[in-house]
C-alpha cells in the first residue's frame, strides 16, 4: 500500500506542491538527505518525480530511491553530487518544477 503524506503542522509553515503553484518561492527548504523522513522529503520526491526522476514512492521516507533521484538531479544541473538537498540543490529543483502542472510522472 502506498502512504501519502499529512500535515500535520500549521498551514504557514506547510510545504506546497511547487509544480502547480506558480507563487514565487520562499527560502527555507530544510536540508533533507537519507534517512531524513517528513513532509519535506514528500516534495521533494513529488518534484523529482515531476521532473522523471524515480524516488520509488511518495512516502516522506529519504531512501535509496530517492537519494540516487537526487544524485541524477544534481548530477544533471551541474551541482555537487552528494545526495543531500541543501539550499542550493532545493533552489534549482523548485525553480524546475514551479508552476509545470501535473505530469504523467507525479505520483496521486
Given at each position: ?28 527548504y530544510p ?30 521516507v529519504f ?12 548530477s544533471r ?32
Amino acid at each position: 500500500m502506498l502512504k501519502t503524506c499529512v500535515t500535520r503542522e500549521p498551514i504557514d509553515l506547510t510545504p506546497r506542491w511547487v509544480h502547480f503553484d506558480d507563487r514565487t518561492i520562499a527560502a527555507g527548504y530544510p536540508t533533507v538527505r537519507y534517512g531524513s523522513k517528513g513532509n519535506y522529503v514528500c516534495v521533494a520526491q513529488d518534484a523529482l518525480n515531476a521532473l522523471g526522476l524515480t524516488t520509488g514512492g511518495l512516502d516522506g521516507v529519504f531512501g535509496t530511491q530517492t537519494r540516487n533521484a537526487v544524485l541524477t538531479f544534481q548530477s544533471r544541473n551541474g551541482l555537487s553530487a552528494d545526495g543531500i538537498l541543501g539550499p542550493l540543490s532545493w533552489s534549482r529543483l523548485m525553480s524546475q518544477v514551479n508552476g509545470i502542472g501535473k505530469t504523467s510522472t507525479v505520483i496521486n
